[in-house]
């Protein structure tokens, strides 16, 4: 049997939200609760449906309170991903695009503009700089569709701890380059997000869950 550890009340929060609003979907360490069992949320499943797609959260590094959003909240291309303690833009929609023969299952992410006030998604998604595979380059968003570019493609691994570690598809075949943030141990505002040869934990907080297509009404679990 797995050895599942103690996890953070983020991501143990994101599971029992995600129990109530899927049948596939929990944690295991909710079955101490009385909770069924089921798949768990994460790339690890055989499950098919066991998946991120359609999910909207908020994405932050483990252990920080800063969120990753979008600069001035902007959905033109260029518009640079960092870390706020506020904004409308720090609400994504993981939107799935495709899967390897391995069952990696690859997500845009998209941006949802103007969330609280109007629950509609905005039209960008994250990318990286000039589709670069070098160590470092920032991730900024795209004013378009997802156009089966490796730069905007990314993976989600969830560790025993409930974090994850991400993965975009640059020069994966020679070395792996991980979602990160440009000044380590930093949680400040303005921070930027890029990806990096080493990889950091992230926390996935759940915000709500879309059923519809993109530029829909995203129902809230609230």
């Known amino acids: 049997m797995t050895e599942h550890h103690a996890i953070s009340r983020r991501a143990f929060t994101l599971g029992l939200g995600l129990a109530a609003l899927s049948p596939f979907v929990s944690l295991p360490e909710t079955a101490g609760l009385g909770l069924p069992m089921r798949a768990a949320f994460a790339e690890d499943t055989p499950t098919s449906a066991a998946t991120l797609d359609k999910f909207v959260i908020r994405l932050r590094p483990a252990g920080y309170f800063r969120t990753a959003s979008v600069n001035e909240d902007g959905n033109v291309i260029g518009n640079v991903c960092h870390l706020f303690n506020d904004g ?27 969330f609280e006030e109007h629950k509609k998604t905005g039209y960008s998604i994250w990318s990286v700089d000039g589709d670069s ?42 070395d792996i380059n991980y979602l990160a943030i440009e000044k380590d141990g930093k949680d400040q505002d303005n921070n930027k997000i890029c990806h990096k040869r080493k990889s950091i934990p992230w926390e996935l907080e759940l915000v709500g869950y879309s059923m519809d297509k993109t530029n829909a009404t995203v129902s809230s679990i609230d």
């Open 133 to 174: 595979d070098k160590d470092g380059k920032v991730i900024h968003v795209w004013s378009g569709e997802h156009d089966g570019k490796a730069s905007r493609s990314f993976a989600f691994a969830r560790q025993q701890n409930g974090t994850y570690i991400i993965r975009d598809r640059t020069n994966e075949k020679k």
């Open 88 to 114: 409308t833009s720090n609400k994504l929609i993981l939107e799935h695009v495709a899967t390897d023969t391995d069952n990696t299952n690859w997500y845009a992410i998209r941006t949802l503009l103007n």
